[in-house]
């Protein structure tokens, strides 16, 4: 299934490769290619790309068609072996006259239209390969170096992921940019109220703190119920975990029930992008413990709502934030006193958090895209 659209005259040919982005599957990198596709359609470039994308994806984000030609393969995405063989055999039939291919999700398949511009949102698999399957790092390790080499240009969310695939790839330096991560200019614009959101989510009257990750090991649960079990005791303080369900799911729930946790600890799950920021406007602070991150785009989220951010110090995070946060070790103790230190520091914060967030817009984001094509097209 095709929608039309109408191409620009002079437009290069760009096909952008979406059938991996599974919405409520693959993360943050779902949130940072549409709003990249977002920060795009504001631009007066000379690009209008073509999407290949999974049916969920566009019942998911309806307002891309309005903008961008859709076409619909006739795979889910969730199982891998499938959407690999549609990359190699579907998605090279219908993108074989595009002057330029986009993969968004990291890897690339082994054949198809060149140049390619090829996103690459982390590189965990390298650092935490426990927390992946043997057969996904059988795949990653396959594909990764090949899909690095096919690439005319590699984008990366921040610099740090920048240096680290040209160390690890031996990859020349002006084929790798940076493509930040961006927000909306009206995030927050149709948040529900703070009262209503309390009532809804059973927040009571006291403070509250919104961790939003889907519940995988590495983005730090298990650590920050340790830190609620032993340092932040208020009886009236809130947790909201939003999110869904990862890999630590049953850990969480376990951890929960041992500490007696379960009145403290509101789990919601998955919400509408719209309670999603009206939590966090209410929010004392957003925690993001997360111990490897190739962005963090909730750091973002959270400064353009006003939101002082508690992080742990991992480089792509601390890169982000700046010094527009508490950026703390993932140490019990070191994160014992975060909820006073911002109680004290909260005006300074939301100043330098707004400062911060406004380097990060769709806008800037579309914009750093649309140069990456051009450079490769070059």
Known sequence: MMQQHEQLDGAASVAVNLLWCVPGDVGGSEEYLVRQLLGLAQQASDFVPTLYVVKSFIETHPGLANMYPIVVANVTGIDRRRRVAAEHTWLRRQTRHAELVHHGGGTT????????????????????????????????????????????????????????????????????????????????????????????????????IVFPAITHP????????????????????????????????????AKIA?????????????????????LLQLAHAMVFPSEYEGFGAPVVEAMSLDTPVIAADQPAVSEVIGNAGLVLPRDLHAWADALDIVADQRVELIAAGRQRAAE?????????????YRLALS
């Open 360 to 372: 990060f817009t769709a806008a800037k984001s579309g914009a750093a895209l649309a140069e990456a």
């Open 109 to 208: 398949p082994a054949v198809g239209t060149r140049p390619i511009v090829l996103t690459i949102h982390d590189l965990q698999y390298l650092t935490h390969p426990e927390y992946h399957s043997k057969l996904k790092l059988q795949y990653l390790r396959r594909t990764m170096p090949r899909s690095v080499h096919r690439a005319s240009v590699i984008a990366t969310p921040t610099d740090w992921v920048r240096r680290t695939v040209i160390e690890e790839f031996d990859v020349a330096p002006d084929r790798v940019v940076v493509v930040p991560h961006g927000v909306e200019a009206d995030i927050g614009a149709d948040a529900p109220s703070e009262s209503e959101l309390r009532r809804d989510y059973g927040l009571g009257s006291g403070r509250v």
């Open 258 to 278: 041992e500490f007696g946790l379960e009145r403290r600890v509101i789990r919601p799950g998955r919400v509408p992008s719209s309670h999603r920021d009206g």
């Open 218 to 253: 590495h983005k730090g649960h298990l650590f920050l119920l340790d830190v609620m079990a032993q340092h932040w005791n208020d009886p009236d303080l809130r947790l909201v975990l939003i999110g869904g369900k990862g890999h630590a799911d049953q850990l969480v729930t």
